[in-house]
């Protein structure tokens, strides 16, 4: 297992726009799905969105209509569309195979994302 490496964070205002990158290795990855997790200090993490393959999508309802997953199997990498942004947003972003998250292996450095008011 090779953690998957997530970049694209930053600084943004509140009603701003992020994309975030993983890019992912190691295994055949057009075949297994891929989440985004994000997680704030002293809270558990929580799933934000799954692109399953072929391309079905889930979306927690706190970010539903404004984020948008995808995946370019080509390329091994999936996204994370970030539009709307709020502060209540700010998190470190990490993404991984569900079925790994499940088992709480395989988590990479992740990407923070802060949203300024």
């Known amino acids: 297992q090779v953690p998957l490496v997530e970049s694209g964070g930053g600084l943004v205002q509140a009603g701003g726009s992020l994309r975030l990158s993983c890019a992912a290795s190691g295994y055949t990855f057009d075949i297994y799905a891929i989440g985004w997790y994000r997680q704030v200090p002293g809270k558990q993490r929580e799933l934000v969105a799954t692109i399953s393959s072929p391309d079905s999508t889930f979306y927690a309802d706190s970010v539903k209509g404004r984020f948008t997953i995808s995946r370019d199997n080509a390329k091994n990498t999936a996204y994370l569309q970030m539009n709307s942004l709020k502060p209540e947003d700010t998190a470190i972003y990490y993404c991984?195979?569900?079925?790994?998250?499940?088992?709480?292996?395989?988590w990479g450095q992740g990407t923070q994302v802060t949203i300024s008011s």
């Open positions: 991984n195979r569900p079925a790994w998250a499940a088992r709480g292996v395989n």
